[in-house]
């Protein structure tokens, strides 16, 4: 098994796909909330628990601080289903000649994430591209803007430990202390974020306080051979952009478009092959940089309501209706879709794609679609320049 991904749409040859095992709950707290904030107060409003929480203060002498969430718990059943969509997605990938890997299930009842500033619930390795970034032939580990997924990527380690053995490289960006200062809130201020009922007010100090860090989900990221366009929506994000420029200085170019969506790029602008986008709007294609606002854009027909299940008042609703844009290309000629969504199956048919209709129905309950539950660590594709 070799390392080799630089772009997102080249054969497919090898892929790790993540794993919902034990998924028992959210755990509100303020990494959360500020990661999901468009989500929960655009797609919430039944809920009346809006806030922000803080962290504690730690008693004095102890190792750290307590987190004061609140775990909204996920019902078995949504789990179960999950499980269910992620082995079929796993069969239709190996039906397609691709090698599957898992990372390792979480335990049932895991330790919590303890650092010396805060502890956190752990949840399982489901969205793993968030977490990785493949460079080519390097793994790297990005830093975490969630709290309760500080360690997740210790449950890949397995297969990272045998594509290093065979060669990879493999680093890893440095970890933050994630004390509240250590976000930055601007972006929530500038879009009225924080719920009906409480603004974000200024972070509690912490011992461990050293200001902004750099976090940087690898989600933020499109690859595109020798370039990879980074969303910067923050200064913890322009951080994250920098180590990123500098750790990759000779072997790829960072290019980088600012505030395209809170976080994530990959329900915003994928590309599914050399001169072609699928994109939410074609307002998108003027955020980009100048050379990819000459590509053809693919632009959906807009979500409707009935492609997705009917939830409870007290269930957790944390990815937009756009979610279905989150898909996998298998090849140039070939991408994996959701089975609810026949509109977009035929835009893609209208432009020379199969598509490939796999089930997947609580992805809004779980942040993912197809290309945030995958992380492709072999394509056939190398270093080429599509931007020159």
């Not at 969430?69 to 992620?86: M, Q």
């Not at 986008?277 to 990819?292: E, G």
């Not at 995958?374 to 190398?382: N, V």
Request: net charge negative.
């Amino acid at each position: 098994m070799r390392l080799n991904s630089f772009d997102e749409w080249s054969p497919l040859q090898e892929v790790i796909v993540g794993s919902a095992e034990n998924y028992v709950s959210h755990e509100r707290e303020l990494s959360f909330d500020l990661f999901f904030h468009e989500n929960i107060v655009g797609d919430n409003a039944q809920r009346t628990e809006w806030y922000y929480p803080r962290l504690g203060h730690a008693a004095e002498g102890s190792a750290g601080t307590s987190a004061n969430g609140d775990r909204t718990p996920i019902k078995r059943r949504y789990v179960d289903e999950l499980n269910e969509d992620l082995e079929g997605m796993a069969a239709v990938l190996r039906s397609l000649g691709v090698t599957v890997h898992r990372p390792m299930d979480l335990p049932a009842r895991p330790a919590e994430v303890r650092t010396p500033a805060w502890p956190a619930a752990v949840v399982p390795p489901l969205n793993i591209r968030d977490n990785t970034l493949i460079a080519g032939d390097e793994i790297i580990e990005t830093a975490p803007m969630i709290r309760s997924r500080y360690f997740e990527t210790q449950l890949l380690k397995p297969v990272f430990q045998r594509y290093f053995e065979s060669g990879a490289r493999w680093s890893v960006m440095p970890r933050p202390l994630m004390t509240d200062a250590s976000f930055d809130l601007s972006y929530v201020r500038a879009t009225n974020a924080g719920g009906p009922t409480e603004p974000i007010e200024d972070p509690r100090p912490s011992r461990y306080d050293v200001g902004v860090e750099m976090m940087l989900d690898a989600a933020q990221c499109l690859r595109l051979g020798r370039d990879i366009v980074v969303n910067v929506s923050t200064a913890h994000h322009a951080l994250g952009a920098d180590w990123l420029e500098r750790h990759l200085a000779g072997r790829f170019r960072v290019h980088r478009v600012h505030r395209l969506s809170d976080s994530h790029i990959d329900s915003m602008v994928l590309a599914l092959r050399p001169g072609t986008l699928l994109v939410r709007d074609a307002a998108v294609a003027d955020r980009l940089p100048a050379p990819l606002r000459t590509w053809d854009l693919i632009v959906p027909p807009p979500p409707t309501e009935n492609t997705f299940p009917s939830y409870d008042a007290d269930d957790l609703i944390l990815t937009s209706p756009y979610i279905d844009l989150n898909v996998l290309s298998v090849s140039p000629d070939t991408v994996l879709v959701n089975e609810a969504c026949p509109g977009l199956m035929r835009t893609l048919e209208r432009h020379g794609f199969t598509a490939v209709p796999v089930r997947h129905r609580h992805r809004r309950l779980f942040g993912g679609g197809f290309h945030c539950f995958t992380l492709d660590t072999a394509r056939a594709g190398g270093a080429e320049d599509y931007l020159s």
